[in-house]
């Protein structure tokens, strides 16, 4: 099957919370007021789904299915893109939630590493990957870094290689880590079609200037605001510089390069 298209991801993507009500069900009728609240208040025009934020791993699985059917009919016209997480411990749910994903009309599907039967390398973390998109192959799929929470210390650029070629429909990850090394390296090694986002919301000043393309975070649904102007004056003034395109070979970096990229920086007022 010929790979997916899709519009790029970029900008901010607000990692959604799931609404329960006081007895602990989700609370669907809470969605459509956050779609418009996250656009009108936040200028935050995409969603990641059944994330961290959102609790996903602590929901059943038809729980996971009800959100991202509202999430997309209510995003429907209105959001930029709607990407769900499927990742589960079992791959046989993870393809389930990537079918449903599918069928429900979301832009995406991402996956974390399973966290108790621990991947040993890249290459079973490639497997796994690769058997949940093989079952939602129209959709473009994105790796979740996540290494603090997953307890899977394996560094996101070993997991990138090669990846297009056992998952076509391969289009980026989203890096939850802290290690701007390792982000660097993907950031270098991604093609231009695929996106690199960012995941630790602290850092974002930093992954930006290294060549991210987005990110995704928790923070995103309440400061999202701030976050658009913020990087708007950032984008604006390293513009100014004329720094050439933010996209930074790192790899290999050579100590020269690394010094002018810092000392470049250091001319950001
Ligand atoms: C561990 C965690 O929850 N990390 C958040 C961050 O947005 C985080 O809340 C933020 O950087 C504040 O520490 C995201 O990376 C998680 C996320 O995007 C998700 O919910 O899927």
Same mark, same amino acid.
């Given at each position: 099957m010929a790979s997916p298209v899709g519009k790029k991801l970029t900008g901010l993507v607000a990692a959604t919370f799931t609404p329960l009500t006081? &007895?602990?069900?989700?609370?669907?009728?809470l969605i459509g007021p956050y779609v418009d609240y996250l656009l009108q208040? &936040?200028?935050?025009r995409s969603v990641f789904v059944n994330g961290t934020t959102g609790e996903g791993m602590s929901l059943t699985v038809e729980e996971r299915k009800k959100l991202a059917e509202e999430w997309c009919q209510k995003g429907k016209?209105?959001?930029e893109q709607v990407i769900v997480h499927v990742g589960c411990m079992s791959v046989k749910d993870s393809q389930d939630l990537a079918r449903h994903a599918a069928q429900a009309g979301a832009d995406g599907i991402a996956v974390m590493s399973p966290c108790?039967?621990?991947?040993?390398?890249a290459g079973v973390l490639r497997q796994f990957l690769q058997e949940v998109a093989a079952a939602a192959p129209e959709l473009p799929f994105y790796y979740y870094h996540i290494p603090a929470l997953t307890?899977?210390?394996?560094?996101a650029r070993d997991v990138l290689e090669g990846i297009d070629k056992c998952i076509p429909s391969f289009r980026g990850l989203k890096f939850s880590g802290s290690d701007l090394l390792d982000f660097g390296r993907c950031v270098s090694y991604?093609?231009?079609?695929?996106s690199v986002l960012y995941g630790m919301d602290e850092q974002l000043l930093a992954a930006l200037a290294m060549g991210a393309n987005g990110a995704v975070g928790s923070t995103y649904n309440y400061v999202g605001r701030f976050n658009v102007a913020v990087n708007k004056q950032l984008m604006s003034e390293v513009s100014g510089l004329n720094?050439?395109?933010?996209?930074?070979?790192?790899?290999?970096?050579?100590k020269s390069r690394a010094v002018s990229i810092a000392q470049r920086l250091q001319q950001v007022p």
């Open positions: 006081p &007895q602990g069900e989700i609370n669907l009728a208040q &936040q200028g935050v016209g209105k959001l108790v039967f621990k991947p040993t390398d307890g899977v210390n394996l560094l991604c093609p231009p079609h695929w720094l050439g395109p933010p996209r930074l070979p790192l790899e290999p970096c050579p």
